[in-house]
């Protein structure tokens, strides 16, 4: 985190009037001044090198994360691509998609396109989770790949593959044998993304 | 020049019998002449006074509530069956087999982004945080600057633990610890008796009492009529080399563990002439049989003092109780279970070891306002029939844990330095497939 971001970090702390404006300039993404800073600080005991980044290690020190199935694609997601290190800033961004939905009535005036969290923006992470190359589209290999991580070793190649097949045939509209986002959204279309993809403070 | 040198003189003999005097003496014959009550109870009146002073500035200034004992995000309680059957509900089902659907991804990912930001595990290997500060500059997290007054009564408070509190201990310590070594040491030189075990029994006590006050350690007890006998083997929560003074205060105990080089080493060596401890060679200690048969044989001999063990084999921070080692409780004999809880307003006594090494933690204690703590004796409890070591190992932690008012965890207190093991995570995976492999099988029929 640049000098800038440390400078924001210090202007959050110690700021004595609530000033949304300020730092919501410093990080765009609406959460209210307790849980950024709730966050900061949870940023910071996961940084074991103390140097204002996270490492994909850092992440996998947290035992419960480190135990989920999809824990690695999880970790994935907090790194934009090619990159090893996630700053604050990143790491707030990737958090932000969880935000419950019915914050944004309370922050009509961060309009810069969609916001982060919207229900859209929720099944796209989702969608993330399975597009290992960032192609834009969920091919065999992929699904076969990311329901092998979810299963371990207690399904065999041919019942997983029967599974793959079946998933893509029920989504697949255009005939590519690949599910695109837009299929992905009309499958997952009844199912309750907002509640199921939010996480909400209790204060 | 002498002149100055005779004063300082006379003034610290003068400093020294009255501390001896005071002190030391009362401290040995288990004699409290009051001022630890006093002090206590000026320290409480203090900082429920600062707790309002801060907690009137608070409302002029919004700021940050603090973290609740619930955490801080909400978390659902259901299991892995219930919450992805929650979201496959509004999923058409498919009738050609299998039960997988896209969506049980979004499981495994709340999940996931839930513990990122709030763990269960990494939060107790770090000190507890305080609902209200406590005006020690250590704990200061989210606090700031209130009023003046405020401010005076943290500097008075720096210079009264620092400049008069610190050297007092300080000067205890040295007294505790010296006579440790010095009486251990002539008491070895006696021959086998009754004798020589009372004596022994007092030498212990009466320095474990007087580093007690060297801590301004103020210790209740409750049902003391559960104490661990003779022939048994006592087991307790572990939050810092501390408990080894609290437990020690009211009873004497063989203490289990590494043989140190330094002062710990000599300090071990002395002890061990006066009484039986069980000391064990780092190489020892990787051979569990050979360890096991040392502490049946302590135990089997009914003469000798209960073994203390702390079976979490780590610090942990004193809000949970996690995973208990199996060893202890292989061996037979009766465990008494101990609670100890400490309350973190007067001084906190975790021992964070990645953070502080012994002496910085010593003078943390040292300069802390005092340690309080509970300490509650269990009823003994035996393995019953049916019942193997692990599972009597978690009945008696949830009894601990229960009376402590801790979280009883099972995760392992080894995570502060090592990775968790893959097993916990193919037991996932396998807890997931039967949710996929059994509707696909229901379906075939």
């Known amino acids: 985190m640049g000098l800038q971001g440390w400078r924001n970090v210090l202007a959050l702390k110690t700021s004595k009037n609530n000033n949304r404006a300020a730092w919501q300039r410093a990080f765009p993404v609406p959460l209210s001044h307790s849980q950024i800073t709730r966050l900061y600080s949870r940023f910071h005991s996961l940084d074991k090198g103390e140097n204002g980044a996270l490492s994909r290690e850092d992440f996998q020190r947290i035992p419960e994360l480190a135990i989920n199935p999809l824990g690695d694609r999880i970790i994935n997601a907090f790194f934009p691509e090619g990159e090893d290190q996630a700053n604050f800033r990143g790491f707030m961004r990737t958090l932000a998609h969880f935000r419950p939905v019915e914050d944004n009535e309370k922050n009509k005036d961060l309009t810069s396109g969609e916001p982060l969290n919207s229900r859209t923006n929720k099944l796209l992470f989702a969608f993330r989770l399975y597009d290992l190359d960032r192609d834009d589209k969920i091919s065999r290999d992929e699904l076969l790949q990311v329901l092998r991580m979810m299963v371990g070793v207690n399904i065999s190649d041919e019942q997983l593959g029967s599974i793959a097949d079946r998933t893509i045939q029920e989504a697949d509209t255009n005939g590519d044998m690949c599910i695109s986002f837009s299929e992905f959204i009309k499958v997952l279309e009844k199912v309750d993304v907002e509640q199921k993809m939010s996480i909400r403070f209790l204060h | ?445």
């Open chain 2, 1 to 445: 020049m002498e002149g100055a040198w005779e004063i300082a003189f006379v003034l610290f003999q003068v400093w020294l019998s009255i501390v001896v005097g005071l002190i030391v003496l009362p401290a040995m014959f288990g004699v409290s002449l009051g001022f630890t009550d006093i002090y206590i109870k000026v320290l409480v009146k203090t900082l429920e006074w600062a707790t309002l002073r801060i907690q009137r500035g608070q409302k002029e200034q919004p700021t940050l509530p603090s973290q609740s004992a619930n955490g801080i995000i909400e978390k659902d309680d259901g299991s892995m069956e219930e919450e992805i059957g929650e979201l496959r509900r509004s999923h058409p089902k498919n009738l050609a087999g299998g039960d997988f659907t896209m969506c049980d991804a979004f499981y495994f990912c709340k999940k996931g982004i839930e513990n990122i930001v709030e763990d269960q595990v990494t939060q107790r290997f770090t000190s507890e945080e305080l609902a209200s500060w406590n005006l020690l500059t250590r704990t200061n997290n989210n606090f700031r600057y209130i009023s003046v007054r405020l401010t005076i009564i943290w500097g008075l408070g720096v210079f009264i633990r620092y400049c008069i509190l610190l050297p007092l201990r300080i000067t205890l310590a040295v007294i505790g610890l010296s006579w440790l070594v010095i009486g251990t040491t002539l008491v070895g030189l006696l021959p086998s008796s009754n004798a020589k075990n009372w004596l022994s029994d007092l030498v212990h006590i009466t320095c474990y009492r007087i580093c007690a006050r060297g801590l301004s350690a103020t210790i209740r007890y409750h049902n003391k009529e559960n104490r661990p006998k003779k022939g048994g083997i006592c087991v307790a929560n572990h939050t810092s080399p501390i408990d080894i003074v609290i437990l020690a205060n009211d009873g004497c105990y063989a203490m289990v563990g590494q043989v140190h080089g330094g002062l710990m080493g000599v300090i071990q060596r002395s002890m061990v002439r006066s009484c039986p401890h069980v000391w064990f060679e780092r190489s020892e200690m990787k051979d569990r049989h050979a360890v096991a048969k040392r502490l049946k044989d302590h135990i089997a001999d009914k003469t000798k003092l209960p073994i203390l063990i702390f079976p979490e084999g780590t610090c942990i921070n004193n809000t949970s109780v996690m995973m208990f080692k199996k060893g202890s409780f292989e061996i037979g004999g009766t465990i008494y279970p101990v609670a100890i809880k400490y309350d973190p307003q007067f001084g906190d006594a975790f021992w964070n070891s990645a953070k502080n090494n012994m002496v910085s933690y010593l003078l943390r204690m040292m300069t802390s306002w005092a340690i309080v703590c509970n300490m509650w004796y269990l009823p003994p409890m035996t393995r019953q029939d049916g019942e193997d070591a692990v599972q009597f190992a978690n009945r008696v932690k949830s009894a601990i844990a229960h009376q402590g008012g801790l979280v009883d965890l099972s995760w392992d207190g080894g995570l502060k330095r090592e990775k968790v093991k893959e097993s916990f995570k193919e037991e996932q995976q396998k807890m997931y497939s039967s949710m996929i492999v059994v509707n696909m099988n229901e379906s075939l029929n």
